[in-house]
């Protein structure tokens, strides 16, 4: 059970452990961007399943956001500590033989499981060496483009939102910002960050809602930035020859992280002041065809006839 000391107001905080932040440190169940994506791209239910305080909460650590991880803490101070796999551990015998950089020994699960259990992220040595060059390369090449990481890390902002249900408490945290500037980098891991590609990123995964919330945020808790706050995000392949694409959103594409934020708040608002989180929708509904269905049947129609049936 949290104390009220245990809890973050409205604010800006600096040195939140991203643990806590993930926990969701607000008094009562706050909105992000993360959660908001989920809640128009789905549901209500979806989103609150997926919540750190909500009924069937878990989340595992997939390969891919262990690449993150590492990328995180090497090129923005992330505060996951690494640790690397030893060279030697004890066998089943209890005698030290090689890893072989492998986690494949008794000891070595061992070792791994403590270390997660600990908050700590556990490495082999080739996958620190890998992502230690990866980083390097990256930093590079953001700096041959502009982009230099001389400010704040892993910032904690907690504000509230308006909706007609009353205020709905939210939380975001930026990878890096240089305040003087009002200037906000958020590293996006991409397969491809050719401008086509991250602008299906900016759709697909909620991108444009993360820079409509981070924009509001900063905003909101401090005024004198309005209509000053900037949102770079900067995609980055995490292979040779590890392109870089620093981007911001157009003009349409801030409409339309803005409108799906406002959806989500309202929606949220409304889940917040009622206690209830519905799925897809209430009773029946009526299964329309899509238009493409419908016209690939016209396409298959013969001119003047019906269509061929052929097994």
Same mark, same amino acid.
């Given at each position: 059970m949290r104390s009220d000391s245990d809890f973050l107001g409205p604010g800006i905080h600096r040195g939140v452990p991203k643990s806590v932040y993930m926990g969701d440190p607000c008094e009562s169940p706050s909105l992000s961007a993360s959660i908001a994506k989920l809640l128009v791209t789905r549901s209500v239910a979806h989103a609150w399943s997926a919540h750190p305080r909500g009924a069937n909460h878990r989340k595992e650590q997939t390969d891919a956001m262990k690449t993150g991880t590492l990328l995180d803490s090497l090129l923005? !101070?992330? $505060? $996951?500590?690494?640790v690397e796999l030893p060279a030697m551990m004890k066998d089943s015998k209890g005698t030290l033989v090689p890893t072989n950089d492998k986690f494949l020994l008794g000891s070595a699960k061992d070792w791994r499981d403590a270390q997660v259990a600990a908050g700590k992220v556990p490495v082999r040595k080739e996958e620190l060496g890998y992502a230690k060059a990866a980083a390097q390369n990256i930093k590079e090449n953001l700096a041959d483009q502009g982009v230099a990481l001389s400010g704040e890390n892993q910032t904690t902002l907690i504000w509230d939102e308006e909706s007609s249900h009353g205020p709905v408490r939210c939380r975001a945290r930026l990878d890096h910002w240089l305040p003087d500037e009002a200037l906000i980098y958020d590293l996006?891991? *991409?397969?491809? /960050?050719?401008? $086509? /590609?991250?602008?299906?990123?900016?759709?697909? #995964?909620? #991108?444009?809602?993360?820079?409509?919330?981070?924009?509001?945020? +900063?905003?909101?808790?401090?005024p004198d930035l309005a209509g000053r706050v900037r949102m770079l995000f900067l995609f980055v392949e995490? #292979?040779? =020859? #590890? *392109?870089? +694409?620093?981007?911001?959103? &157009? !003009?349409?594409?801030?409409?339309? @992280?803005?409108?799906?934020?406002?959806?989500?708040?309202?929606?949220? !608002? *409304?889940?917040?002041? &009622? @206690?209830?989180? =519905?799925?897809y929708a209430q009773g029946e509904v009526e299964i329309a065809a899509?238009?493409?269905?419908?016209? *690939?049947?016209? $396409?298959?129609?013969?001119? @003047? @006839?019906?269509?061929?049936? &052929?097994f």
């Open positions: 923005l !101070g992330g $505060d $996951d500590e690494l996006k891991k *991409a397969e491809c /960050a050719h401008p $086509d /590609a991250v602008a299906r990123a900016m759709i697909t #995964y909620g #991108y444009a809602i993360q820079h409509a919330a981070y924009v509001s945020a +900063l905003e909101t808790l401090r995490e #292979y040779p =020859p #590890y *392109a870089t +694409l620093p981007g911001h959103p &157009s !003009g349409t594409m801030r409409a339309l @992280g803005n409108f799906h934020w406002r959806r989500a708040v309202e929606a949220w !608002g *409304a889940a917040m002041k &009622s @206690g209830r989180f =519905p799925a899509p238009e493409w269905a419908m016209k *690939a049947m016209e $396409d298959a129609i013969p001119e @003047g @006839g019906s269509p061929g049936v &052929s």
